[in-house]
């Protein structure tokens, strides 16, 4: 099994448990302290990997978020504001697609942080 596979099972079960563990309004009540973080990988941006010859500082050489992913972060932001997390301390990975992410959360600015980066 590889690194891929088991991240994503990891984050699946995470993702099934939180649900009982936290309620939404709590959540959002948590959040709002300095003592919570909420980690979010990339809304979708499709594919596996990034395309032979990317570059890290080109964009367009990279798997980005699609029109879906850009929506799907537009959301998650527009939910994180009605649930009363106003502002946030952002940080991203140098991905362009974690950026993407972070920037169309609109929750303040996003700081680039290269500790995020991936495993891959």
């Known amino acids: 099994m590889n690194l891929h596979t088991i991240f994503t099972r990891l984050i699946g079960a995470i993702l099934l448990i ?24 990339h809304a979708l941006a499709p594919g596996y990997g990034d395309p032979a010859g990317y570059s890290l500082q ?5 798997r980005t978020l699609n029109a879906v992913g850009k929506a799907q972060a537009e959301r998650i932001g527009v939910w994180l504001r009605q649930q009363g997390v106003i502002r946030a301390q952002i940080h991203s990975s140098i991905w362009c697609r974690c950026q993407q992410t972070a920037e169309r959360l609109r929750l303040g600015p996003v700081t680039v942080s290269p500790a995020l980066a991936s495993f891959f």
Do not use: D
């Open 58 to 62: 080109r964009c367009e050489t990279q």
């Open 18 to 41: 939180g649900p009982l563990v936290v309620s939404a309004s709590e959540l959002a009540v948590r959040l709002q302290s300095n003592q919570y973080v909420l980690l979010m990988r």
